[in-house]
């Protein structure tokens, strides 16, 4: 069998799944999507800490300096990170981050990089 007549076979065969495949998607019968939200009933209790996390990623790049935000994700890391840990526990209350001064926010420039120096 040369070359061409195994690339007509492979072919042939690629558009035979194909077709297979697409009667078979379309004989399906539609089935209404179930929410998993409406499947589930809401028993339980609001999670502050669940609150304060929807809270710190609706802040977005301003997360990170929120001294809240940074207990929280500690106190999220811990309650499956830290070997026994009970995650109906809350951390105790820790004094806010001292903010940095205000001309301590300007970027600097980067030092100019020069290019090396060829040795022999």
Known sequence: MDGKMLARVGAVVFVAVAVTATAIEMSRKEEPMESWASSRPNTSPSDPL???????QALGEAGPRDAACLRAWAENRNRFLAPGARPAERLPEAAP???PPADAAVPTQPAPVSPPTETR
């Open 97 to 99: 981050a001292p903010r």
């Open 50 to 56: 669940r609150d304060e996390l929807f809270r710190c």
